[in-house]
Nanobody, 128 residues
Framework: QVQLVESGGGSVQAGGSLRLSCAHS??????????VGWFRQAPGKEREGVAS????????YYTDSAKGRFTISQDKAKKTVYLQMDSLKPEDTAMYYC???????????????????WGQGTQVTVSS
């Protein structure tokens, strides 16, 4: 399994923005053949998918809660995946996790069971 290291979390007021980063420690060949996703877990709630992309592709997937406000992107040379979060709301407060699995593709439904490597998470707190 690879190591994933998230960064970029913090506290922000409603309407603000944050950009999360996820650094993938595996070799380039592993990264390019992996699906990488972002998940979040709010206190007392189950972890839910947010967005995903494929290491060697350009197609991105979003859950309904992220569409229109969040943007997933990557720097393939740096093996880093980003999550740009704009127009943040208090309900976006959660621990955000990066996850990955070496697989031929990403599914449009972003589910925990599709990933086998996880980062430690980065906290995002949005105040009203």
């Amino acid at each position: 399994q690879v190591q994933l290291v998230e960064s970029g979390g913090g506290s922000v007021q409603a309407g603000g923005s944050l950009r999360l980063s996820c650094a993938h420690s595996g070799p380039a060949v592993t990264y390019s053949s992996s699906c990488v996703g972002w998940f979040r877990q709010a206190p007392g709630k189950e972890r839910e998918g947010v967005a995903s992309l494929y290491g060697s592709g350009s197609v991105t997937y979003y859950t309904d809660s992220a569409k229109g406000r969040f943007t997933i992107s990557q720097d393939k040379a740096k093996k880093t995946v980003y999550l740009q979060m704009d127009s943040l709301k208090p309900e976006d407060t959660a621990m955000y996790y990066c996850a990955a699995k070496q697989w031929p593709y990403c599914r449009s439904r972003i589910e925990e069971s599709d990933f086998d490597s996880w980062g430690q998470g980065t906290q995002v707190t949005v105040s009203s």
